[in-house]
């Protein structure tokens, strides 16, 4: 079908078609000659992508995040305990006075879990707590006294926990230390690395169309997007970027599993064990374990949903989507159209939609409004997947924290006793905060996106 191979040589280079031309003409009024003024230049078709604007919305500092946190932990602990030792004060034969017994829990081991819980509150407070030059000196001295404190505290805590518990039962306190070893190796920086709440881009980067420096973030100021037609400057961007977006996805994992392990987990532990002076005494203590262990779990993916709403706002998510804009991607195409007008790859080269090039991985095809990728490379396909599409990831955690709540309010709906009623009660209410707060992120992006119009479908 000559008329539709015409049509496609239009997207390709003057050299492809000109090659195909020669082959496939029968005269010279089919030469190179006659079919140059009909290719349209391959620079020609480049446009640079448009970006929506994405008003200010109000987000929670790191230092009130790191707060709330705490006081997340420390109720959950708390209704653990209540799931643990709860008792039937109100039977006539029963013997308990209060609604626990409070004489089989061990508040050193309390007093443990909380200052654990409380480690990285007290490290952003130390961090990012200014005051001016007459409170300097004082707010110095505050700091290094409730350094010490936690210290002392921490010391102390945990001698008698070990001393009444022993250490091989101790030594669950522990598993942390292996999570935090398997996700970052042996590196001390990541665990408490100062992330922004949203990085703003800066707007001499966002303003940038071209240039011959290489694009560089270094880590004391906030990222940015460079809108260029540079690949090279894309596609470092894009490196940058997914590293960053890794190393928050492996702290929100951290965080969570450290949150749900020492509220809930760890009183589930020690809540049955033998004494340190005599192995045959034990403490002995009937719960339900499934309910236990639900617990766990639902305080688990509560804290991941708190931590992935304030590691990925809509400023970041919106900034991971405008690079994938300008990355685009390669779809590799069958063995049955290697006879079609391509071009080399040039990583050089900026290639728009639609675009057929030859890789030595084999021949692709040009998806996006523009593509800077390298064909074949697995990394840029999965965040052009991931981010191309802006609300994509919103609605994925708008979804799992509408399930989570879904899941609480039926649980509470078949509840009776007072215990699971008042542990589903607290944990909705803060869960209803994050939704709250996802809910408002996900329809404030959806207008903005909604309005404008991109000039492609992709």
Not at 111 to 122: E, P, Q
Not at 162 to 171: F, P, R
Not at 216 to 239: F, M, N, S, Y
Not at 423 to 447: E, H
């Amino acid at each position: 079908m000559p008329s539709g191979r015409r049509i496609f040589s239009r997207i390709q280079s003057g050299n492809a078609y000109s090659s195909s031309g020669k082959s496939g003409g029968s005269g010279g009024s089919h030469g190179p000659d006659d079919s140059s003024g009909n290719v349209v230049p391959l620079a020609s078709m480049v446009v640079l992508p448009k970006h929506s604007y994405l008003p200010d919305i109000p987000m929670d500092s790191n230092l009130y995040f790191e707060c709330m946190l705490f006081v997340f932990g420390i109720i959950m602990m708390c209704l653990q305990y209540i799931n643990l030792y709860k008792t039937v004060w109100w039977l006539p034969q029963s013997h308990a006075q209060y609604a626990l017994n409070f004489y089989l829990i061990d508040f050193y081991l309390v007093g443990f879990i909380s200052i654990l819980l409380a480690t990285r509150f007290l490290v952003y407070f130390v961090q990012e707590i200014h005051s001016a030059k007459l409170l300097f000196w004082l707010m110095q001295g505050a700091k290094v006294v409730l350094s010490f404190c936690f210290i002392i505290g921490l010391g102390v805590t945990g001698y008698m926990v070990v001393s009444e518990h022993g250490i091989k039962t101790c030594l669950f306190l522990f598993y942390p230390v292996v999570i935090y070893l398997v996700l970052f190796g042996f590196a001390v920086k990541p665990l408490y690395q100062r992330y922004q709440a949203w990085p703003r881009p800066a707007l001499s980067m966002d303003r940038q169309t071209s240039g011959p420096q290489r694009f560089k973030v270094r880590d004391d100021v906030p990222l940015g997007h460079a809108c260029t037609l540079t690949p090279d400057i894309v596609r470092d961007e894009v490196d940058i970027l997914k590293r960053d977006f890794n190393m928050r996805l492996k702290q929100i994992l951290f965080n969570s599993l450290t949150t749900s392990f020492y509220a809930t987990g760890v009183p589930v532990w020690f809540s049955q064990n033998a004494h340190s002076s005599c192995d045959a005494c034990w403490n002995t203590l009937y719960y339900d374990s499934w309910w236990m262990w639900q617990h766990v779990c639902l305080t688990w993916l509560s804290a991941l949903l708190m931590l992935t709403s304030h590691f990925l706002p809509p400023h970041y998510l919106h900034l991971l989507h405008k690079s994938a804009r300008h990355l685009g991607r390669w779809q590799r195409m069958e063995a049955r159209h290697a006879h079609v007008p391509y071009n080399a790859w040039s990583e050089l080269q900026v290639w728009p939609q639609g675009a057929l090039v030859k890789h030595v991985r084999g021949l692709f095809k040009a998806e996006g409004i523009i593509v800077t990728a390298e064909p074949g490379n697995s990394l840029h396909s999965r965040f052009y997947m991931l981010f191309h599409q802006p609300l994509r990831v919103m609605n994925w955690l708008v979804s799992l924290t509408g399930l989570v709540v879904g899941y609480q309010m039926f649980r509470l709906l078949q509840s009776s006793e007072w215990s699971h009623v008042i542990s589903l009660a607290l944990l909705m209410f803060c869960n209803f905060y994050t939704l709250f707060k996802l809910v408002r992120d996900w329809f404030i992006m959806g207008k903005v996106y909604k309005q404008h119009d991109y000039g492609i479908t992709d």
